[in-house]
């Protein structure tokens, strides 16, 4: 149970876990109160967020959008210090004064503010997976106890968090990670080269934002979140596994040493593991379907094939090099979705891409902010510019 409202500084809130987000506040108003909000480019949308929800700041990309968002808000929240540029996410993520950081920024432009909340001794509920993915290595220096400042959004690991509830002390054998499968699950190999952005876009059963959408058809996401929960969890990779479940039902799962699996279930719906970012380790109330076991009729798992989902395979060996190689993974992915939206390259073109640049970009030096940034630069020059 809460004992006082929390305030939120939410980044990316114009995106689709960011209006989730709000939608929970907007449901529970004397539980949650905005700080801030930042947006890339909708200003249409974030304008109507500013004028809602009357936040003390609130940060768009760029100072001709800024200039645009004023002028939409038309003195509807005069309070409101409207800023501008990705420096200023990062400072208000340093200095601003809130209880809990939403990242939901998409990519790598998620790194740095995640670092400098935890650095200031916030807590972080994270959906930025790039994060994790690219600087899980140094952002150990600035959590406390396990994640206890550093809470995930994601659904998988969200889930594996509840299933460790009351677990302290007990020896876990392995993490098991759902996957959908995408839309791509039964397709024959030999269409896969056909597949167009709006086809890889219709997901069977989540509503996500175009990038992670892909992801989930490439099973990179997954990658992506393995890579996340060794990290987290602290845990060697063998004892990570991903597994196929259609349905969706079952969200992740935990196994113990003395043979026992704990799962956490639910319909899907982001708001779940979104609410219990915020008010962990406390529960409050979601209006959100409920299970209904009488007419669940199966729930079916199946083991990855590496054929169908290569970029996955890429991600745990970009885990298993280590170094530089995921911030590698994470990049050249991001560079070859975005070319892949655009008609660019074909869909097979993506792990290519994400292939030939953690054989070709491989930076010598210590790992710091600075060399994962430039790294980061490296890599997308180097895939923006590859022929497939």
Same mark, same amino acid.
């Given at each position: 149970? %809460?004992?006082?409202?929390?305030?939120?500084?939410?980044?990316?809130?114009?995106?689709?876990? @960011?209006?989730?987000?709000? =939608?929970?506040?907007?449901?529970?108003? =004397?539980?949650?109160?905005?700080? @801030?909000?930042?947006?890339?480019?909708?200003?249409?949308?974030?304008?109507?967020?500013?004028?809602?929800?009357? &936040?003390?700041?609130?940060?768009?990309?760029?100072? !001709?959008?800024?200039?645009?968002?004023?002028?939409?808000?038309?003195?509807?929240? /005069?309070?409101? $210090?409207?800023?501008?540029?990705?420096?200023?996410?990062?400072?208000?993520?340093?200095?601003?004064?809130?209880?809990?950081?939403?990242?939901?920024?998409?990519?790598?432009?998620?790194?740095?503010?995640?670092?400098?909340?935890?650095?200031?001794?916030?807590?972080?509920?994270? *959906?930025?997976?790039?994060?994790?993915?690219?600087?899980?290595?140094?952002?150990?220096?600035?959590?406390?106890?396990?994640?206890?400042?550093?809470?995930?959004?994601?659904?998988?690991?969200?889930?594996?968090? $509840?299933?460790?509830?009351?677990?302290?002390?007990?020896?876990?054998?392995?993490?098991?990670?759902?996957?959908?499968?995408?839309?791509?699950?039964?397709? &024959?190999?030999? $269409?896969?080269?056909?597949?167009? /952005?709006?086809?890889?876009?219709?997901? &069977?059963?989540?509503?996500?934002?175009?990038? +992670?959408?892909?992801?989930?058809?490439?099973?990179?996401?997954?990658?992506?979140?393995?890579?996340? *929960?060794?990290?987290?969890?602290? %845990?060697?990779?063998?004892? +990570?596994?991903?597994?196929?479940?259609?349905?969706?039902?079952?969200?992740?799962?935990?196994?113990?040493?003395?043979?026992?699996?704990?799962?956490?279930? @639910?319909?899907?719906?982001?708001?779940?593991?979104?609410?219990?970012?915020?008010?962990?380790?406390?529960?409050?109330?979601?209006?959100? &379907?409920?299970?209904?076991?009488?007419?669940?009729?199966?729930?079916?798992?199946?083991?990855?094939?590496?054929?169908?989902? /290569?970029?996955?395979?890429?991600?745990?060996?970009?885990?298993?090099?280590?170094?530089?190689?995921?911030?590698?993974?994470?990049?050249?992915?991001?560079?070859?979705?975005?070319?892949?939206?655009?008609?660019?390259?074909?869909?097979?073109? +993506? /792990?290519?891409?994400?292939?030939?640049?953690?054989?070709?970009?491989?930076?010598?030096?210590? +790992?710091?902010?600075?060399?994962?940034?430039?790294? !980061?630069?490296?890599?997308?020059?180097?895939?923006?510019?590859?022929?497939?």
């Amino acid at each position: 149970m %809460l004992m006082s409202s929390i305030n939120v500084l939410l980044l990316g809130s114009t995106g689709s876990i @960011g209006t989730q987000t709000l =939608d929970i506040i907007r449901a529970n108003p =004397d539980k949650f109160r905005v700080s @801030g909000l930042t947006a890339n480019s909708n200003c249409t949308l974030l304008a109507e967020q500013i004028a809602e929800f009357r &936040p003390p700041v609130a940060v768009i990309a760029s100072e !001709d959008k800024r200039a645009e968002l004023i002028e939409k808000l038309a003195g509807r929240s /005069p309070q409101t $210090q409207i800023l501008s540029g990705y420096d200023s996410v990062v400072d208000i993520s340093r200095e601003l004064s809130y209880d809990v950081l939403l990242n939901a920024l998409v990519g790598f432009s998620g790194f740095r503010p995640t670092t400098e909340a935890l650095k200031a001794g916030r807590k972080v509920a994270l *959906a930025n997976k790039e994060s994790l993915v690219v600087g899980g290595e140094l952002l150990q220096k600035y959590t406390k106890d396990g994640i206890s400042n550093l809470i995930p959004v994601d659904s998988e690991h969200s889930a594996i968090l $509840q299933c460790l509830i009351g677990e302290e002390g007990n020896a876990i054998e392995k993490l098991l990670i759902t996957a959908s499968g995408g839309p791509f699950r039964t397709l &024959p190999l030999d $269409q896969m080269a056909g597949i167009t /952005p709006e086809r890889a876009l219709k997901h &069977p059963n989540w509503s996500m934002g175009a990038k +992670i959408t892909i992801d989930s058809a490439t099973m990179m996401n997954k990658g992506l979140e393995i890579i996340e *929960a060794y990290w987290l969890y602290h %845990l060697p990779l063998h004892k +990570i596994q991903a597994v196929i479940h259609p349905q969706s039902i079952i969200h992740s799962m935990v196994t113990f040493e003395d043979g026992s699996t704990k799962a956490q279930m @639910g319909y899907p719906d982001m708001k779940v593991p979104i609410q219990y970012a915020l008010t962990w380790p406390a529960r409050i109330p979601l209006e959100t &379907p409920r299970m209904d076991f009488s007419t669940l009729r199966e729930l079916t798992f199946e083991e990855v094939d590496f054929a169908r989902y /290569p970029c996955l395979k890429l991600a745990l060996e970009a885990i298993d090099s280590g170094g530089f190689a995921p911030a590698v993974l994470n990049a050249a992915n991001e560079i070859a979705v975005h070319r892949f939206l655009n008609r660019e390259i074909p869909y097979i073109g +993506i /792990p290519k891409i994400v292939s030939e640049a953690l054989l070709s970009v491989q930076p010598d030096s210590d +790992i710091t902010m600075e060399a994962l940034v430039a790294a !980061d630069e490296e890599t997308r020059a180097f895939a923006a510019q590859l022929s497939i």
